[in-house]
């Protein structure tokens, strides 16, 4: 996704875009324009990566030196857990930390990113800047944005339900491709990091081609969980991100629902409440029983109206056939 | 009495000069509340046309049609739009300009410095459409002929109607010219395969500018130059 103040505005928040991108989007994305002109911030990771490689000589933050200045933005708020900031704002700070101008994140079998830079064309038509530079970096970036899901070995995680608590298989298969760099070694080493980056289970796994390999890891509590492959060289030939939630996914922003919620429970006599504000479960059954005895009660409280059992429909009937053959001796009918 | 004299006089002299300085001041007050005013407005434009001052033209030709041609694009889009800004080919403010209009009547020759400013203004992604105003021949012989000099190896040629430029917003099949029997084609200068300067011989501008007031029953019909003037906005946007 990219564009300025106009794109990345509060519209956005908590719709299924905002679920794929790797940043959440900022509520006071109309605070106006910056006033003054800055310059783009690599972040460590965008200097060891190759998509910012600008020329093959000199240090990066040098090639990068003669991007032109910009003058706006989009506001966004923070990046999610697993995603990996590439740019951001020299001076201005947003909630948490400088403000993000460019990020990505695994989703899926590929992989999402945003660049929240606006009037990009700034940078290609100065006339101090290369071209090329220009046109080098987008091909990069959308060379390794295709080539994320072409991995050399494929991950798939065969369980929907991932929770804390809960093993969780994966299943590997080595990719045969006719450049892959892949040695005859079949021995690869499977890491599984937690969100603070430290290697919970380290495994070595051996991939034959095209055979999938089943792995199997224990994540004890909910957070971003990456699954790193590397070959015989200890060089990542694969990875993949998974999000362990510890909440179910229809309790999710419940509030959003509430009114949907509070409906449904009317029609089926249920309860409604928010996740967040949900008392303790011993509470709720408390108050569930306490609703279904109460409608029991009002049950057998609720007079019989007469007239509307078979006693009654029975001595109506008894009625009218006596009426019937009284006429008849009386010769009426 | 004399005092009464004296602060009348004092008075007297001193209004003029409040005057004046007061003047001055509304008159400076006026121009920073629009250079302010303008200043966030620009800030905030994702879309900025330059109008080309060359030779003797000062860009005036068919005085609005820039502004009219920034209207076609803000109707047509959320695009925050700037107003027009004169600009030379010699100007540093060319490189923040990524549109370049340019319409005229009469013939020109761009120097070479000109030419050479250009060159690099297209190597680094700008675009440039060109309109001649009342179907006058002068002005689209000339541009030909300066703008073939920018690429000795590509040269001015017409754009088929196969190319999206034709269809970047409406879809057009064909243009039919007014006033003789046949299609309008648009011209183009291509750098690398790129289309990066088009132009229109036939009161392009005349037509979605002044409904062809001053063009009348010749080239573009009013609706096909509008249709046609937003393509070229879009692709340049687009491409």
Redesign the interface.
């Known amino acids: 996704m990219l564009g300025?103040p106009?794109t990345f505005d509060a519209s956005w928040t908590n719709s299924r875009l905002e679920k794929l991108l790797p940043v959440t989007f900022s509520g006071d994305s109309d605070s106006g324009?910056s006033d003054h002109d800055f310059h783009l911030q690599l972040t460590p990771a965008a200097m060891q990566h190759p998509v910012f490689r600008l020329a093959e000589t000199g240090a990066v933050q040098e090639n990068w030196s003669i991007v032109p200045p910009f003058?706006?933005f989009g506001r966004v708020d923070s990046a999610k857990p697993g995603a990996q900031v590439w740019l951001s704002h020299p001076s201005e700070v947003g909630p948490h930390g400088p403000r993000i101008l460019m990020a990505s994140q695994p989703y899926g079998a590929g992989i999402s990113a945003v660049l929240c830079l606006?009037?990009l064309?700034?940078w290609?038509?100065?006339?101090d800047?290369d071209?090329q530079t220009f046109d080098r970096f987008w091909r990069q970036l959308f060379r390794w944005m295709g080539n994320v899901g072409r991995q050399q070995v494929r991950i798939d995680i065969t369980a929907q339900d991932l929770r804390p608590g809960q093993d969780i298989e994966v299943s590997l298969q080595r990719q045969i491709e006719p450049q892959s760099i892949l040695g005859p070694n079949r021995r690869f080493l499977v890491q599984v990091e937690n969100s603070d980056k430290h290697v919970i289970q380290s495994e070595s796994v051996d991939l034959a081609d095209s055979q999938q390999t089943g792995f199997r890891f224990h994540p004890d509590r909910a957070g971003s969980y990456t699954l790193n492959v590397r070959d015989s060289e200890k060089s990542l030939v694969a990875a993949r991100v998974l999000e362990i939630r510890d909440t179910d996914v229809e309790l999710e922003h419940t509030a959003r629902s509430l009114e949907t919620l509070n409906q449904w429970a009317a029609v089926s006599d249920g309860l409604a409440f928010k996740a967040e504000e949900c008392p303790q479960a011993a509470d709720l059954v408390a108050q569930i029983r306490k609703k279904v005895q109460q409608q029991v009660s009002r049950i057998q409280d609720t007079p019989r109206r007469v007239g509307l059992n078979p006693w009654t429909f029975t001595l109506l009937l008894s009625c009218l056939t006596t009426e019937w053959f009284l006429r008849k001796r009386w010769a009426l009918i | 009495m004399m005092q009464l004299l004296c602060k009348t006089r004092f008075r007297s002299r001193a209004l003029p000069k409040l005057t004046r300085l007061g003047a001055v001041c509304l008159t400076i007050g006026m121009a920073a509340c629009t250079t302010l005013a303008q200043k966030p407005a620009d800030k905030q434009a994702t879309f900025f046309m330059g109008r080309i001052r060359y030779s003797l033209n000062d860009g005036n030709d068919c005085g609005g049609v820039g502004q009219d041609l920034m209207q076609l694009v803000s109707r047509a889009s959320t695009l925050v739009v700037q107003e027009e800004r004169k600009v030379r080919l010699t100007d540093p403010d060319l490189y923040e300009t990524p549109f370049l209009f340019m319409n005229g009547h009469n013939d020109f020759v761009l120097t070479d410095e000109e030419i050479a400013n250009l060159r690099s203004y297209f190597i680094h992604g700008g675009f440039f459409l060109a309109s001649g105003c009342c179907t006058n021949p002068n002005f689209p012989k000339a541009w030909r002929r300066e703008f073939s000099r920018l690429f000795p190896d590509s040269p001015v040629k017409a754009i088929p109607y196969e190319h999206l430029i034709y269809r970047s917003f409406y879809k057009l099949d064909r243009v039919r010219c007014l006033n003789e029997p046949r299609d309008i084609h648009l011209e183009g200068l291509f750098y690398e395969g790129r289309l990066v300067a088009v132009l229109c011989e036939d009161g392009l501008c005349c037509s979605f500018s002044a409904n062809n007031s001053c063009n009348e029953s010749k080239g573009v019909s009013p609706e096909d130059g509008k249709k046609l003037a937003l393509n070229i906005a879009i692709y340049a946007l687009t491409h």
């Open positions: 300025g106009a324009p003058q706006r606006e009037n064309w700034r290609r038509l100065a006339k800047s071209p």
